[in-house]
């Protein structure tokens, strides 16, 4: 195969590739023994026409498209061997030509790989999170954990809002029962959002013996059958029950953690805390250092680029619906969309994605940034390890050129965060460390025995705990 013409114009790569006419007809003559068997010809068995009359028939150019298909590829890797440029995407054939002596001449068009014009990697400027941790954070904490652990207690009293109240209810739509709208014995924390408006509202001020009817109307996106309609529910409350939280000592320290006394807890807390902080301060400088590295270089992407990072998209979100039973226009439907408008959804990020690591293919190369042997070897090893596999097949697998590039773009991440200018937020009203001891302790103040907080249960904000309940109609989640 000869090639010739090959040009670089706005990103695309061109050339045409001569195609001898020995090598021609045995493509043409595949084309033939490939698609006669599905070929009638009268006078003959299906699939049993000679090419000479089957031409005859249709003209001797019937098979030429499918043998043009057919001797594409390897005209296009002996372009590609001749031009040796780094190209994406799918190539297009643009024209191809037959000539009297029956050689071909196929025209390719491919997108070159993008050009990176580097601007400002290095040095760069950007905001970084404060890491200290209020007595605020400390606080909301320890709040978290003692809703934990709550205990759960029957009271005689009327219900409210954040109460358990166990019920039965009974639904009637024209004064006919409806499907679905009958439970005996259900838990349901008030102000949990898990029934249709207007119901729990109206469960309040109710108590254990307790029997009324209430009256909604159902949602008009609620599902066919019951959407907009009003209702009548019969209720009878069986039980009211709150959330008594632990008083806030030494004894509940020594009971959710492996400390002693609450102050140890506490200081374990803000270690934690601030460790955790202190890495997503860092994550996120180090997102918006490189997101200015992005802003700042030159480049032109393809779309045929963009494209195939949407597809890989789309292939990991189609594998995560097989794992939960689901095909992917399965999943389209249940978020109200289509494949059109989840890849217009997905694609800014895709591009994103694509230039980010455009820069740092880019920085690694004007770096010299170098990899080990040594370092893909762990690499190796530690994806074995996470994936309980032997490292042979993680080898089999993965290409090593494939963690080499990975390896030089981690690097490069690095080297650019590590020269960042790190400016920090103003301080807002936030509260330090400086006095948390004094400030940490006013909760606890009022439950600073268990004994006082069981004689005024009401004075404790209750948890909002969501019952493990039977689907009803009377639902949201049902939706």
Do not use: W
Not at 53 to 78: N, T
Not at 94 to 109: G, M, S
């Amino acid at each position: 195969m000869d090639i010739k013409n090959i040009k670089r114009e706005d990103g695309k790569l061109s050339f045409q590739v001569l195609v001898d006419a020995e090598s021609f007809e045995k493509a043409v003559n595949q084309a033939y023994l490939k698609a006669k068997k599905n070929i009638y010809v009268p006078g003959f068995r299906k699939g049993k026409a000679p090419r000479m009359v089957i031409e005859g028939m249709y003209g001797e150019k019937v098979f030429y498209d499918d043998a043009v298909e057919g001797i594409a590829l390897d005209a296009f890797k002996a372009g590609m061997d001749e031009a040796k440029d780094r190209t994406v995407g799918d190539p297009a054939i643009t024209a191809y030509n037959v000539n009297d002596d029956k050689t071909l001449t196929i025209d390719f068009e491919t997108a070159l790989y993008p050009e990176v014009t580097l601007g400002q990697y290095k040095g760069i400027e950007a905001e970084k999170d404060s890491d200290k941790i209020s007595a605020a954070d400390v606080n909301k904490e320890l709040e978290s954990v003692r809703k934990r652990n709550a205990r759960i207690v029957t009271v005689e009293r009327k219900a409210k809002m954040g109460d358990t109240v166990n019920l039965d209810y009974d639904g009637y739509k024209d004064g006919v029962r409806f499907d679905g709208g009958k439970a005996e014995g259900h838990d349901l924390v008030l102000g949990s959002g898990s029934f249709v408006p207007g119901f729990e509202e109206q469960i309040v001020g109710m108590k254990a013996g307790d029997e009324k009817d209430i009256d909604i109307t159902f949602p008009e996106n609620y599902h066919e059958g019951l959407a907009g309609a009003a209702v009548v529910f019969k209720i009878k409350v069986n039980e009211v029950k709150e959330s008594q939280l632990p008083a806030l000592d030494d004894e509940f320290a020594k009971d959710v953690s492996e400390f002693d006394t609450l102050k140890e807890y506490k200081a374990d807390i803000k270690k934690n805390l601030t460790a955790d902080k202190k890495a997503a301060a860092e994550n996120a400088f180090r997102n918006r250092v490189l997101s200015k590295a992005v802003e700042n270089m030159t480049v032109n992407v393809p779309a045929a680029m963009i494209d195939e990072r949407v597809n890989t998209v789309l292939n990991d979100y189609a594998r995560n619906c097989a794992m939960q039973g689901l095909t992917l226009d399965q999943y389209f439907k249940m978020m109200g969309a289509d494949e059109a408008t989840f890849r217009a959804y997905i694609r800014p990020n895709a591009e994103n994605e694509v230039k980010s690591e455009l820069l740092l293919e880019k920085v690694a190369e004007v770096e010299n940034i170098a990899v080990t042997p040594e370092e893909i070897e762990e690499e190796y090893q530690n994806a074995a390890k996470t994936y309980n596999v032997d490292v042979e097949t993680v080898k089999k697998s993965v290409a090593a050129e494939m963690i080499e590039r990975d390896l030089k773009m981690k690097k490069a991440v690095d080297l650019i965060a590590a020269s960042g200018v790190a400016v920090e937020k103003a301080e807002t009203e936030e509260k330090t460390e400086t006095n948390e001891t004094a400030d940490a302790e006013k909760p606890a103040k009022k439950t600073t025995a268990k004994k006082s907080e069981e004689k005024k249960p009401a004075e404790e904000k209750p948890a909002e705990k969501k019952p493990a309940a039977k689907k009803t109609a009377a639902k949201k989640t049902e939706e």
